[in-house]
């Protein structure tokens, strides 16, 4: 006789949070599997003039990040479509000279095919970046990136995240020739954040009943404090918005007192040091701040998370997300919700 | 013997969107005062291939609003720059056939001088387009678009925002030699929705006790879900949150309850029609909508403002946020607040 085993809320979320030292191991020792060398050596032989990328919720965050990375290490101008410009107005732009790669875990919301369909007829070099090789967004594209972060259940995006942001750094450096070996010293540093866990879950109580959230960052780590507010916003329905930190300054910080947290993204680098004009003025409002970061930014704020030192800025976004998923997590089962399946939402979002 | 008069909240904001279809007709006359058909001009003659935009606060979502006009009309590929990458990150990307379009009410943010110094340097072509001919962006251009809405005092920028929307419409349709005459119907629907401010006022009473809100759109009408959303923020300290119809349901739709307002915005036209797979989902977790917009819309809704017909979808992103800007002054005022001089704010900000 065999039982069924009862769902513990969040257990998926959890064991796919913990996976991805494993899956990002899995991505540089598998490279070429992957697809990644490929297409740059296609993106290489094309010498796109301007990038573009689609995607939507999570991967809308990942596609950010790769748009600094474009614009930063490239030289190229970059942006990010709006679908409903090609779907629904019909758009048909000149993409002669372009790059558009199209981000999805699932590689099956129908806009982002019809709008990778539509920009290779309209002569653009077009990219899938998914988790899923045999879907229409692979399909549907000249060359596909399998992220290899394996089956993802959970309905908030976790190792899919991390391993987009990782295939695409990867991607993106390869086409311009560079050295990818400092990746290498990603995965055990994420095993040390996640043996880290209890930090975390301590922290989650401070926030137990904190209805509305700001996050803030600058530069690579801005996608990381948009993410951080969607997961918190998906999982425990808290009000979390992310802001830039210069973009806080144009308006956001009137929102700020001591009854709204924030959280704000201290990274080693540029990014980091550009938050200096923010911290400043957010302890003006006798903001409430918890600051993940360098040692010597978390020391500053009323309450923190260190990251662990031996990243460069440049990749460090994949270790900053991590503590925001556990947040996440925890928060989410500590006010008796279920992470795996929140309200009102599926796996596979289509949207036309 | 003369006295001051005591400050009463929200006069300057009240004033100024009063003023607006005042704006709009300065503009419209002036069109060659304005700079316009030079920039115009200037701009068809270089033939760019792609359209950068660069901008903060309440000017990015105007910039928003110019890249729907930039992909759907032009059919060029169009993104909003991050400042950082060539401030703080010292980026110095190849910009040849590219034109950048700064946005700035005051023209005087020095992150943003400096993106449109380094786009000059690197090959584009730039245009600025600010509320002050002279300002540090405006020299810093080679072609300059005074929105002429006169001297904006309320912290909370309301008439340089439909004037930046007005000015790009009227520069990007001249760019493509278009007609622009429809937009001459718009002043007068402007005066009709301003006589209407006691619905408003009624509305506002509906949300005193809102402390989270959601605004929604798709295509044209998403740059006023965003600004209606910054709005509310920093006049209300609400905190409200924008998603496009599609990216709702990608994530945030979870956060939506009985007790967070949701305000859609449905104009007619393909972004309201592209609506109508966002409406149901919203009803199915029971969300209390106020929708703005075209009457069948309003009519379904629990709640709502109708829009006035006789203006074509590209240009009722002016009429769409009047409603929300009066909404924000009348919650902000009977909240206690000030809305002309929001906590932590002032009329500049400079960020770097």
Same mark, same amino acid.
């Given at each position: 006789?065999?039982?069924?085993?009862?769902?513990?809320?969040?257990?998926?979320?959890?064991?796919?949070?913990?996976?991805?030292?494993?899956?990002?191991?899995?991505?540089?020792?598998?490279?070429?599997?992957?697809?990644?060398?490929?297409?740059?050596?296609?993106?290489?032989?094309?010498?796109?003039?301007?990038?573009?990328? +689609? &995607?939507?919720?999570? /991967?809308?965050? $990942?596609? @950010?990040? #790769?748009? !600094? %990375?474009?614009?930063? *290490?490239?030289?190229?101008?970059?942006?990010?479509?709006?679908?409903?410009?090609?779907?629904?107005?019909?758009?048909?732009?000149?993409?002669?000279?372009?790059?558009?790669?199209?981000?999805?875990?699932?590689?099956?919301?129908?806009?982002?095919?019809?709008?990778?369909?539509?920009?290779?007829?309209?002569?653009?070099?077009?990219?899938?970046?998914?988790?899923?090789?045999?879907?229409?967004?692979?399909?549907?594209?000249?060359?596909?990136?399998?992220?290899?972060?394996?089956?993802?259940?959970? +309905? &908030?995006?976790?190792? /899919?995240?991390? $391993?987009? @942001?990782? #295939?695409? !750094? %990867?991607?993106?450096? *390869?086409?311009?020739?560079?050295?990818?070996?400092?990746?290498?010293?990603?995965?055990?540093?994420?095993?040390?954040?996640?043996?880290?866990?209890?930090?975390?879950?301590?922290?989650?109580?401070?926030?137990?009943?904190?209805?509305?959230?700001?996050?803030?960052?600058?530069?690579?780590?801005?996608?990381?404090?948009?993410?951080?507010?969607?997961?918190?916003?998906?999982?425990?329905?808290?009000?979390?918005?992310?802001?830039?930190?210069?973009?806080?300054?144009?308006?956001?910080?009137?929102? +700020?007192?001591?009854?709204?947290?924030?959280? $704000?993204?201290?990274?080693?680098?540029?990014?980091?040091?550009?938050?200096?004009?923010?911290?400043?003025?957010?302890?003006?409002?006798?903001?409430?701040?918890?600051?993940?970061?360098?040692?010597?930014?978390?020391?500053?704020?009323?309450?923190?998370?260190?990251?662990?030192?031996?990243?460069?800025?440049?990749?460090?976004?994949?270790?900053?997300?991590?503590?925001?998923?556990?947040?996440?997590?925890?928060?989410?089962?500590?006010?008796?919700?279920?992470?795996?399946?929140?309200?009102?939402?599926?796996?596979?979002?289509?949207?036309?």
């Amino acid at each position: 006789m065999t039982t069924v085993a009862p769902h513990r809320p969040g257990h998926l979320m959890a064991a796919e949070i913990a996976e991805q030292p494993a899956a990002w191991r899995r991505l540089l020792a598998g490279i070429d599997a992957a697809g990644i060398d490929a297409a740059a050596d296609l993106i290489r032989s094309r010498a796109p003039r301007t990038v573009l990328f +689609v &995607a939507r919720g999570t /991967s809308d965050h $990942a596609a @950010l990040y #790769a748009k !600094y %990375l474009v614009e930063i *290490r490239h030289g190229l101008p970059a942006g990010l479509v709006s679908p409903s410009t090609m779907t629904a107005y019909g758009a048909r732009p000149d993409l002669r000279d372009v790059l558009m790669i199209g981000i999805s875990q699932s590689g099956g919301s129908p806009d982002l095919v019809r709008t990778l369909e539509v920009a290779r007829a309209q002569g653009a070099l077009t990219v899938a970046v998914t988790n899923s090789a045999g879907s229409p967004l692979a399909a549907a594209a000249h060359a596909h990136v399998d992220v290899l972060a394996g089956p993802e259940r959970s +309905v &908030a995006a976790t190792k /899919s995240y991390t $391993a987009q @942001l990782l #295939a695409l !750094y %990867l991607l993106l450096e *390869r086409v311009r020739g560079a050295d990818t070996s400092v990746a290498a010293a990603l995965p055990d540093l994420g095993d040390a954040l996640l043996a880290r866990d209890a930090e975390i879950a301590a922290l989650a109580q401070r926030y137990r009943f904190a209805q509305r959230m700001l996050t803030t960052a600058r530069g690579y780590s801005y996608p990381t404090a948009r993410e951080a507010a969607l997961k918190l916003m998906e999982t425990s329905y808290v009000s979390a918005q992310a802001f830039s930190g210069a973009d806080l300054l144009h308006g956001p910080l009137a929102l +700020v007192d001591p009854q709204v947290p924030v959280f $704000a993204v201290v990274a080693e680098g540029v990014g980091g040091t550009a938050m200096r004009d923010v911290l400043p003025r957010l302890a003006e409002r006798s903001a409430d701040v918890c600051c993940v970061g360098h040692p010597a930014a978390v020391e500053a704020a009323a309450t923190g998370f260190t990251l662990p030192a031996g990243a460069p800025e440049v990749l460090s976004p994949l270790l900053e997300i991590v503590p925001f998923q556990l947040l996440a997590l925890h928060l989410a089962v500590g006010r008796g919700g279920d992470p795996d399946a929140p309200r009102g939402l599926s796996k596979i979002t289509e949207t036309l």
